[in-house]
């Protein structure tokens, strides 16, 4: 029996609008009008050429579809509002990649990006859980529940997440981690969708539906 809707859940973008643009295009082909629902992993900002066209466009998106996006927040947009907040040195964040941020909103300061943008990446969730897998941005540290993990190793844990192939009670989706070979990763408990799309890889969404756990493809950009 046909799937009757998809989730599909995309990785790292970092300011590649174009790459973006075209990925949304093949999702919205691949549901062929059935029910979509799309979840982003963060790290929308930074490095790329167009944060300020990337934040736009998912924004504009999440107001279309109202409830079936979900947009997690990453490091990068937490560097940003700690450096707006004073928590962060804005010399960090710059040499992150927050330079090329303020260039694409043609600004020199964090604190002079547009109020609805920085109130919008203030907001962002950072979890997301549909029953059968956990949405995070960098992936879970394996010592917690689920239900009591902190905010600091949802967008920024690599180890030992990564390396922890326990049954974590959910398939554990994310990003953070680019993978050199660029094509996404799937182990038992985990897959990561960081296709490092900014270093000259593919932007890469997973795609469930309503019946399997694990993925029943991936779609790239390229």
């Known amino acids: 029996m046909p799937a009757k809707s998809f989730t599909y859940v995309i990785g790292d973008i970092h300011g590649s609008l174009g790459l973006l643009r075209t990925l949304i295009k093949r999702c919205r082909r691949h549901a062929r009008g059935r029910g979509t629902t799309l979840v982003f992993l963060g790290d929308y900002i930074d ?10 466009f998912i924004m504009d998106l999440q107001s279309e579809l109202r409830g079936r996006l979900i947009a997690l927040k990453g490091n990068h947009e937490a560097m940003l509002i700690g450096v707006v907040d ?10 992150q990649g927050g330079t090329q941020t303020l260039q694409s909103y043609g600004v020199t300061s964090a ?16 979890s997301h859980d549909d029953g059968r897998r956990f949405f995070a941005h960098a992936g879970i ?41 660029g094509a996404p990763d799937l182990r038992g408990n ?30 790239q950009s390229d």
Do not use: M
């Open 86 to 95: 004073g928590e962060v040195e804005a010399e960090s964040w710059l040499s």
């Open 141 to 181: 540290d394996p010592d917690r529940p689920l239900s009591a993990q902190r905010e600091r190793d949802l967008i920024w844990i690599r180890e030992p997440f990564l390396s922890d192939p326990r049954d974590h009670g959910r398939l554990i989706v994310h990003g953070h981690t680019p993978l050199k070979a």
């Open 111 to 126: 604190d002079a990006l547009p109020r609805t943008h920085l109130q919008w990446l203030r907001s962002l969730p950072t």
């Open 190 to 219: 985990r897959v990561n969708v960081d296709t490092g799309a900014v270093f000259g890889g593919a932007l890469t969404a997973a795609v469930f539906d309503d019946a399997e756990t694990n993925p029943v493809a991936f779609l």
């Open 47 to 56: 490095r790329g050429p167009d944060s300020a066209g990337v934040v736009g």
